[in-house]
């Protein structure tokens, strides 16, 4: 390929067709999940009644490789695969010696890198016969991602979405309900502890593990419903790294390899779907990129955190996960990046992270939303908040290239674009976006109920 591409495509033939599972090749297995009310690890069974058996399965796999159905396939098919992108623009805007590479995410139906785990969670459960799926969203990207996937397979989707992203993204909301979910406002009145919170603060921001215990709640009293999860779950990020292998042939297209790979992280499916099949290379000795995960300075999981055995929701109803955690009573500041507002990490993000193989920072709102506006005056693509936390990222390694003269390569992932996020970006650009100082204190305070276990 000549070198002044812009754009690197796969053709559709190049799709993978297998997912990647990392357990394997860590030098380590993570910690199991822990039944909240045994604190012995959880089986199949303790699992059964939010999940179908085959994405159980697929959670405790030892298999290194998992064949892709066809049935998603076909649906995985009206995006995939995704463009990379070489971000040219940006590069001469920061006079920087850097080569700058991004995999674009927005180009599939929901606006982002979501339904890649929302199909086959949908495709599976349709396959058990279940007819409706319940679940979270923060920001709305993954509520979208699975309304769109239950209406592949003739599925309900009933989502509760965190109220302060919410009030401030209302077209996630009509997103949602045109593809045919009904969709509340969390804490919500529809479940007990809902009305709990309600009550005593009816304007309460709600939260990612508040809407999960809504959620989950729903599906547990009901056999005919199961729940559905966008980011966390080992089966979820083993299903974004369809990401990660295409990024890995294209980059091949045109002899590249990355010194440097960043994703932001909230829940860990976007960073684990790129990041994760370049550790596979770089355990394999066959690159050594750095492997950078970013995160809000206002929800620093892995940079504040305890990696430490923590409920995945508020009302501590789920089984309990070793991960980086701020306490799952911690309420993030409403942020507009309501993706990355999740109290805890990915166990398998925090897993690879506590083994010394991935790094972190933190960074304020206000330089990310920065970051996505240089990004959008130069490429051309208004990114996501959530996604602007790597860009920001980028941009700093890039200015550091141009200091020291070094030219590196950087793959980052852009996870979704934000045409539903301009209210946000309307409030940056009138001065009116503050970042959030979080204090120590409040962060012990909110770990002080967290279950001391080994």
């Known amino acids: 390929m000549a070198d002044d591409y812009y754009r690197v495509n796969l053709p559709e033939s190049e799709l993978p067709t297998q997912w990647y599972n990392v357990i394997p090749d860590l030098p380590a297995p993570p910690p199991p999940p822990l039944h909240p009310g045994t604190l012995e690890p959880a089986g199949p069974e303790d699992l059964a009644p939010l999940f179908p058996m085959a994405l159980i ?21 009206l995006w995939r695969p995704s463009p990379l992108f070489r971000a040219r623009r940006l590069e001469k805007a920061l006079d920087t010696p850097a080569k700058i590479f991004y995999k674009y995410e927005g180009v599939s139906p929901a606006g982002s890198h979501k339904p890649n785990t929302a199909v086959p969670q949908a495709y599976y459960n349709s396959a058990e016969g279940v007819t409706k799926l319940t679940t979270e969203t923060g920001a709305g990207q993954w509520g979208s991602a699975l309304a769109f996937a239950c209406s592949q397979y003739g599925m309900e989707c009933e989502v509760w979405q965190v109220a302060a992203s919410y009030r401030q993204k209302p077209y996630r909301k009509t997103m949602m309900e045109l593809w045919g979910a009904k969709v509340h406002s969390s804490p919500s009145p529809v479940t007990e502890f809902g009305r709990e919170l309600l009550a005593a603060d009816p304007d309460h921001p709600g939260s990612l593990g508040i809407a999960i215990s809504e959620a989950v709640s729903v599906a547990a ?51 684990g779907g790129l990041a994760l099949p370049f550790l596979r290379e770089k355990l394999a000795g066959n690159m050594a990129p750095t492997i950078r995960c970013v995160e809000p300075a206002s929800c620093p999981t892995l940079t504040k955190g305890e990696y430490r055995y923590d409920f995945g929701d508020t009302a501590c109803s789920t089984p309990l996960f070793k991960m ?24 398998l993000v925090s897993h690879i992270h506590d083994l010394g193989l991935t790094e972190a920072v933190a960074i304020p709102q206000s330089e990310c939303f920065a970051a996505g506006l240089q990004f959008a005056r130069t490429e ?8 602007t936390h790597a860009l920001a990222a980028t941009i700093r390694e890039a200015l550091a290239c141009k200091e020291s003269g070094e030219s590196r390569t950087i793959l980052t992932a852009m996870c979704g674009h934000g045409h539903l996020d301009l209210s946000a970006y309307e409030s940056y650009i009138s001065g009116a976006v503050s970042d959030f100082d979080l204090s120590d204190e409040a962060i012990a305070a909110s770990l002080s109920s967290v279950p001391v276990l080994s």
């Open 57 to 77: 399965l697929q959670e405790v796999s030892s298999d290194s490789y998992i064949d892709i159905p066809g049935g998603v396939l076909d649906v995985l098919r």
């Open 221 to 271: 009293a009901d056999p005919a419903v199961r729940y559905s999860l966008g980011s966390v779950l080992n089966h979820v990020l083993m299903h974004q790294t369809v990401i990660g292998e295409e990024a890995l042939r294209q980059l091949a297209m045109v002899d590249e390899t990355p010194d440097l790979l960043v994703g932001c992280t909230g829940g860990g499916s976007n960073f």
């Open 324 to 347: 980086h955690t701020l306490g799952h009573g911690f309420i993030p500041a409403a942020i507009h990046a309501g993706g990355l507002r999740y109290h805890g990490m990915s166990p």
């Open 380 to 387: 051309g693509i208004v990114p996501a908040p959530e996604p």
